[in-house]
Every structure is written in C-alpha cells, then in structure tokens.
C-alpha cells in the first residue's frame, strides 16, 4: 500500500477561495511539484536541481517574468 502524499504550499499562496501555487512534496529521495489548479501534471526533480532554482529564485534571476 502507498503512502499518500503529501504536498506543501507556500503561506503566500492566498486564500482557499483564491489559492494560486505551486506545490512541493519529497517522496522517495524525489522532489515532485505542482500547480494547485492542475494537480495531475506533477515534475519531478531532485534536491539539487530544486536548490539550485531557489538560489537563482533568491537572487532575482527570474523577476523578469512576474
């Protein structure tokens, strides 16, 4: 029997009425995301790949597309 998963939102997304995220789960040494609106197109990627991403998140490097 499989474990659910189970997946964590970030504060920021809003509301429940209005809630816009991404979310993230570990499972199995992996990292799955998600959007909350589409909940059956999940990514996988590794804690490596998803450090890297927050880091360049951190730094600005994607302000140019908000």
Same mark, same amino acid.
């Given at each position: 029997? #499989?474990?659910?998963? &189970?997946?964590? !939102?970030?504060?920021?997304? %809003?509301?429940? %009425?209005?809630?816009?995220?991404?979310? @993230?789960?570990?499972?199995? /040494?992996?990292? @799955?995301? =998600?959007?909350?609106? *589409?909940?059956?197109?999940?990514? #996988? &990627?590794? =804690? *490596? !790949? @998803? =450090? *890297?991403?927050?880091? /360049?998140? !951190?730094? /600005?490097?994607?302000?140019? @597309?908000?």
């Amino acid at each position: 029997m #499989t474990s659910p998963i &189970t997946w964590q !939102k970030s504060s920021f997304s %809003g509301s429940d %009425g209005e809630i816009q995220c991404v979310e @993230l789960a570990h499972v199995d /040494g992996r990292i @799955l995301l =998600r959007e909350s609106d *589409a909940p059956d197109a999940i990514v #996988t &990627t590794d =804690r *490596a !790949k @998803l =450090r *890297a991403f927050i880091a /360049g998140v !951190k730094a /600005g490097e994607f302000d140019h @597309l908000i």
